[in-house]
């Protein structure tokens, strides 16, 4: 059987200068359209104490990062490549994450989900933005193979513009698979993607 007691108890707290009597009769009202019989509104002492819920354990995309700058890109016939906010949505029904290049070397452009990667650190950002402009600059369209020669000039361009060492690169390693376990990608394709991205550091 449902009882209100606790609101009532709460309430009444809430808003001292109401009469618990006029709680009781909003209560009352609420309970008979849920089909709650009157009586059932004080069954149930209130508790002594309202216990704090747990705070949840913040995850990884929990926090929001300023955007990192896109790079300064050209494809392999020298036009400057534009990189374009996408919604999450229309990528996702694309197959599309996080980014990806325009299969055409005609249209300069790589499309990106602007939420998600605000919700990575810079460090991760920059490899994502990277490894597509490798794709447009190298004319690199989507085998395995060309896929991780991506992964490395992603890592050459970060290492040589930024200065990444093993500590940005662990960050990038990380997210990577955040971002991946977050689409469900299977534990071997992570794997695989995870050597391809470390092999391509060069201390």
């Known amino acids: 059987m449902m009882s ?19 709680i009781q009769a909003v209560l009352a009202s609420g309970a008979r359209a849920l089909g709650v019989s009157a009586p059932a509104l004080l069954d149930v ?14 995850g990884p995309f929990s926090r929001r990062y300023p955007l990192a700058a896109p790079p ?3 494809s ?8 374009v906010p996408a919604p999450k949505a229309q990528l996702d029904a694309m197959g599309i994450i996080l980014a990806a290049a325009h299969p055409s070397l005609s249209v300069p452009v790589v499309v990106f989900d602007r939420d998600t990667l605000s919700r ?26 060309e896929e ?9 361009r970060l290492q040589k513009d930024h200065g ?8 990038v390693a990380a997210y990577t698979r955040h971002v991946l376990e977050r689409e469900q990608v299977s534990e071997d394709l992570i794997k695989g993607k995870l050597a391809a991205v470390v092999a391509c550091y060069r201390p």
């Open 164 to 171: 990444y060492g093993r500590k940005e690169f662990d960050v």
């Open 4 to 22: 209100f007691a606790p609101v009532l108890a709460l309430m009444t707290a809430l808003a001292p200068g109401v009469a618990a009597a006029d």
């Open 120 to 145: 990575t650190p810079p460090e991760f950002q920059r490899q994502i933005l990277l490894h597509e402009c490798a794709h447009k600059s190298l004319a690199l369209m989507g085998s395995q193979e």
């Open 148 to 156: 991780d020669k991506a992964d490395c000039e992603a890592a050459r």
């Open 76 to 83: 392999a016939i020298g036009m400057d490549v534009e990189f």
């Open 45 to 58: 002492p209130a508790p002594k104490a309202v216990t704090a819920a747990a705070k949840p354990v913040p």
């Open 72 to 74: 300064s890109c050209k």
